[in-house]
């Protein structure tokens, strides 16, 4: 009888444990959250009014000339649309990297072009290093695209964002024939594509650049530059360089996001803050460069709403960051310029 007394009572006492440990939050658990997408203004969902979109693509993968456009279901204009050209990062060549801002903006009615300027594969990565060439198949491209919308585009209402090297060719678009855009969103520019490039493999190519300097004086477009206070790519300085080299451009501003550790998962605005490739992008290029991004506040509160607002017509924005599951602001962008 004391012997079953005994284990009765140790059953109790293990039973009582691991319900206090099951009780008891884990540290991530408890860690506060990143606000959602905001319910109205910029990168909000305020002014959804399609629900899926139509994606179309021509050229050649491997010859650098691929392209894909997205028309929404219903056209923002009714029976034409304004155009947004999507300019990728240096081997960020697939749309589904960013296919988190492409729904956004298809939500909202507008047609996306998205070209493809860099060669396909590993063999592309250490042959096509030529920015010009690459500049030039992006804006023939985006041509082919423009061309086959017919009246769906407006063109008249053509805007232009770039990731990173995207972000260079977009300052460059306009000295180099590409077609007339009404404004500029320049995410991440990086002025020296090599940096992305590991050193190893840098010592194996030799990047032809555009002259920027020469190039940034035809773009005479409102313009908005992003960066990010953790961007060891193309840091923040290049942003202002490049905000300096924009001479004609009647307007122009530069924000810096800014990182917050508030919570998890923290903010981290680097490099890879302007994509959404949820584990899309292969392993190599996520280690390259450092990491994978998932839709988060930044997209909505930073990257896409700095891009709604310019295609509203505005110059510059305030930015609604939100706050911490735990009433806390989450650190808002610092402009720069």
Excluded at 76 to 93: D, E, I
Excluded at 307 to 323: E, I, S
């Amino acid at each position: 009888m004391q012997t079953r007394r005994v284990r009765r009572a140790l059953l109790a006492a293990l039973v009582a444990s691991v319900l206090m440990v099951a009780a008891v939050p884990s540290a991530h658990a408890a860690s506060p959250r990143q606000p959602g997408q905001p319910a109205t203004g910029f990168g909000s969902s305020q002014g959804y009014i399609a629900t899926g979109a139509t994606r179309y693509e021509t050229g050649s993968g491997s010859a650098g000339t691929r392209v894909w456009w997205y028309v929404p279901n219903r056209l923002r204009n009714g029976s034409s649309a304004p155009v947004v050209v999507f300019l990728h990062g240096f081997m960020l060549l697939a749309p589904e990297i960013y296919k988190g801002h492409i729904d956004h903006l298809t939500r909202q009615g507008y047609i996306v072009i998205f070209p493809q300027f860099n060669k396909g594969g590993l063999i592309g990565l250490l042959t096509d290093t030529d920015q010009n060439q690459m500049l030039a198949r992006a804006i023939s491209a985006t041509n082919v695209a423009l061309d086959r919308l017919g009246t769906k585009a407006d063109r008249s209402q053509v805007h232009l964002y770039g990731h990173s090297l995207g972000g260079l060719m977009g300052a460059s678009w306009l000295a180099r024939g590409g077609a007339p855009i009404r404004s500029a969103t320049l995410a991440n520019p990086s002025l020296d594509a090599g940096a992305a490039i590991p050193s190893f493999v840098r010592s194996l190519v030799r990047i032809t650049p555009i002259d920027i300097a020469t190039t940034a004086r035809a773009h005479t477009v409102r313009t908005i530059i992003l960066t990010g206070d953790r961007d060891t790519i193309a840091k923040p300085a290049e942003s202002l360089t490049l905000a300096g080299l924009l001479s004609a451009a009647p307007s122009k501003v530069v924000y810096q996001a800014s990182s917050d550790a508030t919570g998890s998962p923290e903010i981290k605005a680097d490099h890879m803050a302007p994509i959404q490739d949820d584990g899309w992008l292969p392993g190599f290029l996520a280690e390259l460069f450092g990491g994978t991004g998932e839709q988060d506040t930044l997209d909505w509160r930073v990257y896409y709403a700095a891009l709604d607002a310019n295609l509203a017509g505005q110059a510059t924005l305030t930015f609604d960051m939100g706050t911490w599951s735990n009433g806390v602001p989450v650190a808002a962008p610092v402009q720069l310029v």
